[in-house]
């Protein structure tokens, strides 16, 4: 009896001897709805991927969005969503970027910046407590057409 008990527990640990990949995302979209004298409001569109065998709940998502490095605009998204195993969840946050960052984005916009980046710290709620994993997701707008898909404009 007391070897089944060894073999039960040592088979449950190997779940978390394997190694487990860290969750990625991906930038969807970024859409303006307005633009006035107090700043920029539209949305932000970005996808969850989980690569591991076993679905894991999303609780929230701290993250940033930077274009010509500079800062442009953060936020929370607090879920409550399970990413699938093996599989992808998108999330869509609303954004508000100040009329001074949109300014300072406008100015490195203006001298030739194409870069950007979204770093976010994926908060999940598991089974042996909180965890949290950071990710970064970055790339290069393609001169103007770039920077319209980016802002939405068509």
């Not at 995302?25 to 709805?33: L, T």
């Not at 953060?74 to 879920?79: A, D, H, Y």
């Not at 490195?108 to 710290?121: E, I, T, V």
């Not at 970064?136 to 898909?149: F, S, T, V």
Request: glycine share 12%.
């Amino acid at each position: 009896m007391r070897w089944l008990l060894v073999l039960v527990v040592l088979g449950g640990c190997s779940i978390f001897m394997r190694s487990i990949e860290r969750p990625t995302a991906d930038v969807r979209g970024v859409s303006v709805s307005s633009a006035g004298y107090t700043g920029v409001t539209g949305q932000l569109r970005f996808d969850v991927s989980n690569p591991n065998p076993i679905g894991v709940p999303l609780q929230g998502i701290d993250w940033e969005l930077s274009i010509g490095g500079t800062r442009a605009v953060t936020g929370t998204v607090e879920l409550s969503q399970t990413i699938p195993a093996k599989g992808v969840a998108p999330v869509v946050t609303s954004l508000t970027i100040a009329a001074r960052d949109a300014i300072e984005v406008g100015t490195a916009l203006a001298r030739g910046s194409r870069d950007y980046q979204l770093k976010a710290k994926l908060r999940f709620s598991t089974a042996i407590g909180p965890l949290a994993v950071e990710v970064a997701h970055h790339g290069q707008l393609d001169g103007a057409a770039g920077i319209e898909r980016l802002l939405g404009a068509r």
